[in-house]
Structure formats: structure tokens, C-alpha cells
């Protein structure tokens, strides 16, 4: 799948993204981020292999469904959200690892024809403890469809090395 997708905002990070670090990620922080628009071979593709529920995989059914049409999987719409996520947001250099993610929330539904972007907000950042030269960032991700209403909320955590990389004491 090939991608391209832009700054939605007049904003961005002062450093390019391979060349992000931890402190880069300045708590309050907010930038936006996409558009990818969501096809009805996508929507039936991922759900025929990973999701086969009626309302994702039955055009005709899915009409008589309580969404009264065709959605995507939100598995499927996370994974938009993690396309973008990576493209834009998450450091190609320091990143090391996630520990997961918190608070995932559906929120309305992804139909064909939807564009998908995101907002991010860096809500916390910190030094690790036991690890000195990487610090952990939380940060809230909204995904927003084209009338700028959210889709799916989630906070993601990710472990970033620092710039100043201090030794292990």
C-alpha cells in the first residue's frame, strides 16, 4: 500500500522526523496529520481476512444493519490511525518500543469514501527511571474524519531515545 499524505496544520516539529528525539515531544504539544480516504475493496479486504462480520463484509446486509451501511473494521481504522501515526508523528531514529496503548475508543463509524487524518496532543513526557537515555511520551491521537469528527481516541505510549543520552548509572 502506498501512501502520501501531508501536514494538515501550519505547525510541525521543529525537528524533521529522522531527526526526532525525545525532546522533541514537548508536552501540550498539538499537530494534525493526514488524509488517507477509505475505499470499499479496503473496508471488504481487511474485514474478509481479519474482521468477516456482516457489517463490514456484506454491502446489502450491512444496509439493514444497525449502522444502516457498509463500516470498516475498527481494527481496520486503528491501523489507518497507526499508518499515519508512523508516517508523521513517531521518530524513524529513537523510537524503540510501545507498551501498549490505553483508553481505545470507537467512536462513530468509518464508511466508505471517509478521509482520515489526526490530531495528536503530547500529553506527557518523562526520563525513564532505570533507563536514563530514553524517555516515555504519552500521546492522545484523535482520528477525524473529513467533518473533523472523531472516529477513534486512543492514547499511545512510546519509549524514544534521548538526544543527550545519559549512561547508565
Not at 481504522?77 to 524513524?92: I, N, Q
Request: hydrophobic share 35%; with cysteine.
Amino acid at each position: 500500500m502506498t501512501t502520501i499524505t501531508t501536514t494538515l496544520s501550519d505547525t510541525d516539529f521543529d525537528a524533521p522526523i529522522q531527526d526526532r528525539y525525545f525532546e522533541d515531544y514537548v508536552p501540550g504539544s498539538v499537530y494534525a496529520f493526514g488524509t488517507l480516504t477509505i475505499t470499499q475493496r479496503q473496508i471488504l479486504c481487511f474485514a474478509g481476512e481479519f474482521d468477516p462480520q456482516s457489517i463490514h463484509t456484506e454491502p446489502e446486509a450491512a444496509g439493514n444493519g444497525p449502522f444502516e451501511g457498509l463500516i470498516a473494521s475498527g481494527l481496520h481504522t486503528a491501523g489507518v490511525m497507526m499508518r499515519l501515526y508512523v508516517d508523521h508523528y513517531l521518530s524513524k531514529v529513537a523510537s524503540l518500543a510501545s507498551p501498549g496503548a490505553d483508553r481505545l475508543r470507537w467512536i462513530r463509524p468509518v464508511r466508505p469514501r471517509d478521509s482520515l487524518s489526526i490530531r495528536t496532543t503530547i500529553e506527557k513526557a518523562r526520563v525513564s527511571c532505570s533507563r536514563p537515555d530514553r524517555g516515555i511520551v504519552h500521546t492522545a491521537v484523535e482520528v477525524l474524519n473529513q467533518h473533523d469528527e472523531p472516529v477513534l481516541t486512543l492514547t499511545m505510549i512510546n519509549i524514544l531515545l534521548r538526544r543527550a543520552r545519559q549512561s547508565r548509572r
